[in-house]
């Protein structure tokens, strides 16, 4: 063993007699690891700087990478999304480092382990944000910005939301335009706020048109393609069934399409479908399918510019709600008399 390591081993050994704790812990510290109450942290932070010891510089410099935390990559829309922030960070000069939640992952571990990796800033796409993660990330004063997760404004937060009830409501009103008034939902998750927004946006064009909300016609999905089958298959078996339905995403459309040709439904025909997010494979379906366009590449952009801001501490605006917007397709039409 050398001198110098023999020198190092002592002082952190007199560190942690100083701060009153154990070896470990105060290595936890030197090499920027998460574990450590941010008192004892600072107590024996003031300890190294006190006797000359240079922390790792994993603990002291921070990385030129912003990790985007997401529940999963099997929505198209969480996929696109990360797609973008990976395009857009070249603007940025910065990397982009994909955590997945989903499945018997350990969150708090998940957060410690970004903390480890000393990221300059988080992108969270998820429907709540951990309160334990968000706890980790502030006492490292590393920024996060929320997506879609909210849907609120909270002058605590960084966040970026995309304006669903709007969205909602318009793709709900072209099918009124077009002269239905059998229209179906098929709604995300309950507990979803982007859900109840659009489920919201719908009810209120449908009241708008002074047509009733029939709840035989909403039924409940969760943005995959399974349930989403089940639903739709639950709406065309009606005694009548609607003549147009509007997905809460484009992927539980595409279920919509399949249930639809098994039982003989022409799209658009005797069903007119629309979308929400203008996602793969939209524009490739047969018919190709309008949609409520998200803009992605709008949201990946403002959330990296974001953390940047944070970072300089010149912020100009701490939460967003960008627009959406009905890209026409063939997918609806008129009614059939």
């Known amino acids: ?13 007199q560190i942690a007699e100083e701060a009153d704790v154990s070896l470990s812990t105060v290595s936890k510290v030197v090499n ?5 109450a941010e008192q004892t942290r600072k107590t024996i932070e003031k300890l190294l700087d006190k006797y000359g010891y240079s922390k790792s510089l994993a603990s002291t410099k921070t990385s030129r990478s912003i990790e985007f935390v997401i529940a999963s990559l099997e929505n198209n829309g969480s996929f696109e999304l990360a797609k973008e922030l990976v395009y857009q ?5 910065v990397g982009i480092t994909v955590t997945r939640l989903e499945g018997s992952f350990d969150v708090d571990e998940c957060f410690r382990d970004i903390i480890d990796r000393n990221p300059m800033g988080v992108v969270t796409l ?27 404004i909270n002058d605590e937060l960084l966040g970026i939301d995309i304006d669903n009830w709007r969205g909602g409501f318009d793709a709900t009103q072209h099918l009124i335009d077009l002269g239905h008034t059998r229209i179906a939902a098929i709604t995300g ?26 709840r035989r016609l909403v039924v409940e999905g969760d943005y995959t393609s399974q349930t989403s089958y089940h639903a739709a298959i639950q709406l065309l078996e009606l005694d009548e069934p609607p003549t147009a339905v509007f997905c809460f995403d484009d992927l539980m459309a595409v279920s919509l399409y399949k249930a639809a040709q098994e039982r003989g439904f022409s799209i658009p025909n005797d069903l007119s479908v629309i979308g929400f997010d203008d996602t793969y494979p939209s524009p490739y379906l047969s018919p190709a399918l309008t949609t409520v366009r998200q803009p992605f590449d709008l949201i990946a ?6 953390v940047c801001e944070a970072r300089d501490n010149a912020l100009e605006d701490r939460y967003i709600i960008l627009p959406t917007q009905i890209v026409h397709r063939e997918s609806t039409m008129a ?3």
């Open 1 to 13: 063993m050398s001198t110098d390591t023999s020198t190092r081993k002592a002082k952190l050994a």
């Open 32 to 36: 920027g690891r998460s574990g450590v």
């Open 89 to 93: 960070a070249r603007e940025f000069h």
């Open 126 to 152: 998820l429907s709540t944000m951990p309160q334990e993660g968000a706890k980790l990330l502030e006492s490292r004063n590393i920024p996060y910005v929320t997506i879609n997760s909210y849907g609120q």
């Open 189 to 214: 998750p309950a507990d979803r706020q982007s859900s109840t927004a659009r489920l919201s946006g719908y009810e209120a064009a449908l009241g708008k048109a002074g047509l009733p909300v029939d």
């Open 301 to 306: 952009r403002k959330a990296l510019k974001m």
């Open 335 to 337: 009614p059939l008399q």
